[in-house]
């Protein structure tokens, strides 16, 4: 049964539904993709293979009983280390917290159960998800499945998220993004990731790195699965007032709309060369491809920050935020905490309060502004990273891979990332669709519709 490894959420649940397999089919199988591969991965912190199987048995009876939660129930899913699943380790990715159990289950776990999907363990993450490398020194980094010689950046925070999906050790898993940790290790592991909107998904649970940029989000393997599983997470929580904002998504009925008509900005050509050759040829081939399909394709007018600029300012949000929750730990120099991690979120106790209320002030004027600039837009194009996944003994701690993501996050804008080529030596390259906050909708359509044409999501690493 390990071909059931390599199938969509839509293929697993109709498979279920005609009883070609069952639930107990389908999580043995990852079980033993994840027996086989995770000694050299190092994707999970815990794989709760025993809880996994007995949910497995209970969904495959209820299913047969004719009481079935829905589509997805019997499928398995992982969570990234930071969301609180009642009476599991929850550690933050921080070695100090190791035996920390969580007391409660996030809002977004509850709905995962509550649609019958099966935990099937926690995933690493950059220690209290603040880097876009997806390093982790105490607890290990995941290693990025498409090159097994020489260990290669898997993105972060949600390393071990995406590569589990990577490697098909899991269909899918959830993430978080603050400045870029969803779609920064979607590119890199050759997967599709959404970036969603601030209050699109409860952060209630989710343990928080910057409570203005926390976005929650999901992993897979095709759009379509992400928007799935948008539908599952999204919704009002009242333990998340940030939740009651923004109305139903619902991505469903407009995904194979097509792009004929829409307008789509891209990447301005003062801001090409930053990124890899190879990353700029991918790039263009999917502008080409958009317009050969009735896409109108302009250049982002000019004006506000540069990427950089923005992404600048994010770290400053980040930084003046999680100090306060984290300065009892990184003010510690006796605790084994990751060293550059610890450096960026002291780099907050340097931060007024009068300095972050500016920040905060200059991102709505921003948010403003660049609401006037994308009028009559439905979307701005970039490459997801500057470039393809970088030897891990290669990396700056001092310097970040995020550039073409956090002024997203700045800006409050949702964001796909999904394959979009290779690159000679056989690493995956990845464009991101920005869209105005609430408009995943319109993220997802536009990624369905390459998605359609192309079969990059379709390749996976020899493993």
């Not at 950059?126 to 290990?140: L, P, Q, R, S």
């Amino acid at each position: 049964m390990s071909e059931l490894t390599d199938l969509s959420l839509h293929d697993l649940s109709a498979g279920i539904a005609a009883r070609r397999f069952s639930p107990v089919d389908v999580v043995e199988a990852c079980l033993a993709r994840i027996a086989a591969l995770e000694p050299r991965l190092h994707a999970f912190v815990h794989v709760h293979a025993a809880g996994a199987q007995l949910a497995a048995e209970a969904a495959d009876k209820a299913i047969r009983a004719g009481h079935g939660l829905g589509p997805l129930h019997g499928i398995p899913i992982a969570l990234k280390d930071l969301v609180e699943f009642k009476g599991h380790v929850t550690t933050r990715g921080c070695a100090v917290l190791k035996d920390r159990v969580s007391t409660y289950t996030a809002t977004l776990a509850q709905k995962l159960l509550g649609q019958g999907m099966i935990v099937l363990g926690k995933t690493h993450t950059v220690e209290f998800a603040y880097g876009a490398w997806g390093t982790n020194e105490h607890m290990g980094t995941p290693w990025n499945p498409w090159d097994m010689q020489t260990q290669r950046t898997p993105g972060g925070s949600s390393s071990g998220s995406a590569v589990a999906v990577a490697a098909r050790m899991a269909p899918c898993a959830i993430g978080t993004d603050t400045g870029g940790s969803v779609r920064i290790p979607a590119s890199w592991c050759g997967i599709t990731g959404l970036k969603t909107s601030v209050g699109r998904i409860s952060t209630y649970g989710v343990l928080p790195l910057s409570p203005t940029l926390d976005t929650p989000g999901p992993f897979a393997r095709s759009v379509e699965d992400c928007a799935v599983l948008l539908e599952i997470l999204e919704g009002y929580d009242p333990r998340d007032p940030l939740t009651a904002a923004l109305p139903p998504s619902n991505p469903m009925p407009t995904l194979r709309r097509g792009v004929k008509g829409l307008k789509l900005a891209r990447l301005p050509d003062a801001e090409r060369n930053e990124f890899d050759p190879e990353v700029r040829s991918a790039f263009d081939r999917s502008l080409k491809e958009l317009e050969a399909m009735g896409a109108d394709i302009v250049e982002l007018a000019p004006g506000g920050r540069t990427l950089r600029e923005s992404g600048d300012l994010v770290g400053r949000i980040i930084s003046a935020e999680s100090y306060p929750e984290l300065a009892e730990l990184v003010d510690s120099d006796t605790l084994p905490l990751d060293q550059a991690v610890r450096a960026r979120v002291r780099a907050g106790a340097s931060i007024s309060s009068r300095q972050y209320r500016d920040v905060l002030a200059a991102r709505e004027k921003a948010k403003v502004e660049f609401a006037a600039r994308i009028d009559g837009i439905d979307a701005v194009l970039t490459p997801s990273t500057l470039t393809p996944a970088i030897p891990l003994d290669t990396v700056d701690q001092a310097s970040t891979p995020a550039f073409s993501t956090r002024w997203a996050n700045y800006l409050d804008l949702c964001g796909l990332s999904l394959p979009n080529g290779m690159t000679k030596g056989g690493l995956p390259l990845s464009l991101m669709i920005s869209c105005r906050s609430g408009d995943e909708a319109m993220a997802l359509r536009i990624g369905w519709a390459l998605e359609s044409i192309t079969d990059w999501q379709k390749m996976s690493p020899a493993l």
